[in-house]
């Protein structure tokens, strides 16, 4: 069974950080690119940040493009995304998902605000 487990999230004052983390377990992760998507209240999802499987390779949203980092562990089986000068227009929750699953975790809420 496929297992995602966002966490890291939290309130944090425009211009702060935070590291995400989504531990993910049945499935081979190190075979599978890893997307972060989020979604703000009242409006649909949005594509934030793909890693491919190897970690090699990665891509961003223009509006968090600079400004978030992803990078995985495959060896733990754990993604991340580093987010710094955060705005109010981050402020949703943020999910991980693998390539091609329709499997979703709970989410980690980030609010930014001062």
């Known amino acids: 069974e496929v297992q995602l487990v966002e966490s890291g999230g939290g309130l944090v004052q425009p211009g702060g950080s935070l590291r995400l983390s989504c531990a993910a377990s049945?499935?081979?992760?190190?075979?599978?690119?890893m997307t972060w998507v989020r979604q703000a209240p009242g409006k649909g999802p949005e594509w934030v940040s793909v890693v491919t499987s190897g970690g090699d390779r990665t891509y961003y949203a223009d509006s968090v493009k600079g400004r978030f980092t992803l990078s995985r562990d495959n060896a733990k089986n754990t993604l991340y995304l580093q987010m710094n000068s955060l705005e109010p227009d981050d402020t949703a929750v943020y999910y991980c998902?693998?390539?091609?699953?329709?499997?979703w975790g709970q989410g980690t809420q980030v609010t930014v605000s001062s």
């Open positions: 998902n693998p390539d091609g699953f329709s499997t």
């Open positions: 049945g499935f081979t992760f190190e075979n599978y690119d």
